[in-house]
């Protein structure tokens, strides 16, 4: 079955730009639920939805919160899935999970396959 691991997360300032990348490995990605999505969470909070792709070609989809600062994009051959995060703010500290969409609800119980998250920690 496909394993995936995240990788890309670190220390930053407030400001600073990230890209995390989720590696698909056993298996195409493509060919496994309906699409990609990426959580996060944060110390003492649930873990939430920020942004996914399908496999289906439609445009890929955010969190209202972070629209315009994240982007979701896919990279088939290389059978991996990125998050660019911009303008990051201390707000966004969490660790970032990636995880196939298994089925039609933005939460954690329409995922699965999870990685082991990167953690992300951004300073003010």
């Known amino acids: 079955q496909v394993q995936l691991v995240e990788s890309g997360g670190g220390l930053v300032q407030a400001g600073d730009s990230l890209r995390l990348s989720c590696a698909a490995s056993g298996g195409t990605f493509s060919n496994y639920g309906i699409g990609m999505g990426w959580f996060r969470q944060a110390p003492g909070k649930e873990r939430e939805f920020v942004g996914g792709?399908?496999?289906?070609?439609?445009?890929?989809y955010y969190l209202d919160s972070v629209k315009g600062r994240f982007t979701c994009s896919r990279d088939n051959p290389k059978n991996t899935v990125y998050l660019q995060i911009n303008s990051l703010k201390p707000e966004d500290t969490a660790v970032y999970y990636c995880?196939?969409?298994?089925?039609?609800?933005?939460?954690?119980?329409?995922?699965?396959?999870w990685g082991q998250g990167t953690q992300v920690t951004v300073s003010s």
């Open positions: 995880a196939v969409r298994t089925g039609l609800a933005m939460s954690s119980s329409s995922f699965g396959f």
């Open positions: 792709v399908s496999w289906s070609g439609r445009v890929p």
